[in-house]
C-alpha cells in the first residue's frame, strides 16, 4: 500500500539508503567530537532495529543493501576528511545489515543484530580515536596529519583496534559479527550478493582499516607536536577497545544475547582463511597503490554526494 511505502521510504532516509544518504555524510563530520559519537551510535540504528522489525525477508533489501555496501567505497577512498572518510565507511556498514534484514533468516537478522551491535562500538571507537586527534591537533585532513604516532601512541593503539575490528580480523568483533551474515547469504546460495559484499569487505579494509590509521598516525610527517588525548577520552577508547576484543575472543557469549538461539562457529578454517586471504591481498593492492604514486595522501579533494543532484 502506499502508506506501507511511505514507512519503508522514511526508514530508508533513516538508515541512508542510496540518493537518500546525503544528510548522513554532511552531518557526522560537522557534529561535536562527543556528538559524532552518539550520533554513529543511535540515529542510523535505529532505522536497522525498525527495518528488521517490519520489513524483514524483503527481497528489495537485499539490492538496496548491496548498493549501499559499494558505493561508498569510492567516495570514502578519495575522501581528504578523516571524518568524513568514517561516514561514508558507516553508510558502506549499513549495508551490510540491510542484507541481511531482506534475507530475513534467523540467522541473517542475528547477523544484522551483531553487526549493528559490534558496529556501535568499533566505529564509536574509530570516531573517539579521530576526534581526539581533532581536539589535540584542531584537523582531522589526511593531507595535513601524519607521524601522530611519536605524540598520540595511545591513541594510535585504539584507533589500530577500532581498524581491525571493522575490517574483521579474526579475533575482533568485526569478524565475530560479519561471518553471520557471509554464511547467511551462502546458505541462501545469492552468489552475486555474496560477491558484491566480499569485494565491500575489500573496500571496508582499504578505506577504514587501513587509510584511516596511517594518513593520521603514519605517513609522512605532518610536524604537529602535540599531547596525547586527554585521559577520559583514553579511558573511554580503551573501553570500546576491550570490548572490540572481548567480542571477538569469545563470540559465543557475544551469540547468547542475540534474538535467536544460535549454534554457529565463526572460528573454523574455511571462515579463518577465506578472512585472511582477503585481507592479506586486499593490503597487498593498498601497498601497491601507495608504493607506484597512485594514492598519494597529499591528495586534496572535494567529493561531490549524490544529493548534489537535487541540490542543483
Known amino acids: 500500500s502506499t502508506g506501507t511505502w511511505m514507512i519503508f521510504i522514511a526508514f530508508g532516509i533513516k538508515a541512508a539508503f542510496p540518493l537518500l544518504n546525503g544528510w548522513l555524510q554532511d552531518a557526522y563530520p560537522e557534529a561535536t567530537v562527543v556528538g559524532t559519537v552518539v550520533l554513529s551510535s543511535f540515529t542510523t540504528k535505529l532505522a536497522i532495529y525498525a527495518l528488521a522489525r517490519g520489513f524483514a525477508g524483503t527481497d528489495l533489501l537485499i539490492l538496496i543493501g548491496c548498493l549501499m555496501t559499494a558505493f561508498p567505497v569510492f567516495f570514502a ?10 561516514a561514508y565507511s558507516l553508510n558502506n556498514q549499513l549495508g ?9 533468516t534467523e540467522l541473517a537478522i542475528n547477523g544484522a543484530v551483531a553487526h549493528a551491535f559490534a558496529h556501535i562500538i568499533y566505529k564509536g571507537l574509530l570516531f573517539m580515536s579521530m576526534g581526539a586527534v581533532l581536539y589535540r591537533v584542531g584537523t582531522v585532513k589526511a593531507s595535513e596529519l601524519g607521524g601522530l604516532y611519536k605524540s598520540m601512541p595511545w591513541t594510535m593503539v585504539f584507533c589500530i583496534v577500532g581498524a581491525m575490528s571493522i575490517s574483521a580480523f579474526p579475533l575482533f568483533s ?29 573496500g571496508v579494509l582499504h578505506h577504514s582499516g587501513i587509510k584511516i590509521p596511517y594518513f593520521a598516525f603514519f605517513g609522512h610527517d605532518g610536524g604537529h607536536k602535540v599531547k596525547e588525548a586527554p585521559f577520559g577520552m583514553l579511558v573511554a577508547m580503551g573501553a570500546a577497545s576491550a570490548l572490540c576484543i572481548g567480542i571477538g575472543s569469545l563470540p559465543g557469549l557475544f551469540y547468547q544475547i542475540l534474538p ?53
Not at 77 to 86: A, G, H, Q, W, Y
Not at 96 to 104: D, E, K, N, R, T
Not at 287 to 306: A, I
Request: avoid cysteine.
Open 96 to 104: 551490510f545489515m540491510v542484507v541481511a534484514i531482506g534475507i530475513g
Open 174 to 202: 568485526g569478524f565475530a559479527a560479519k561471518s553471520l551474515i557471509m554464511s547467511a547469504l551462502g546458505y541462501k546460495g545469492l552468489v552475486a550478493a555474496y560477491l558484491v559484499l566480499l569485494a565491500a569487505s575489500a
Open 77 to 86: 577512498v578519495i575522501e581528504n576528511d578523516m571524518r568524513r572518510v568514517l
Open 260 to 312: 535467536y538461539s544460535i549454534d554457529y562457529n565463526p572460528y573454523d578454517a574455511s571462515h579463518v582463511l577465506g578472512q585472511m586471504e582477503l585481507l592479506i591481498f586486499s593490503i597487498l593492492a593498498f601497498t601497491f597503490l601507495m608504493r607506484f604514486g597512485f594514492y598519494p595522501p597529499e591528495l586534496k579533494s572535494t567529493v561531490l554526494n549524490t544529493d548534489w543532484l537535487y541540490r542543483r
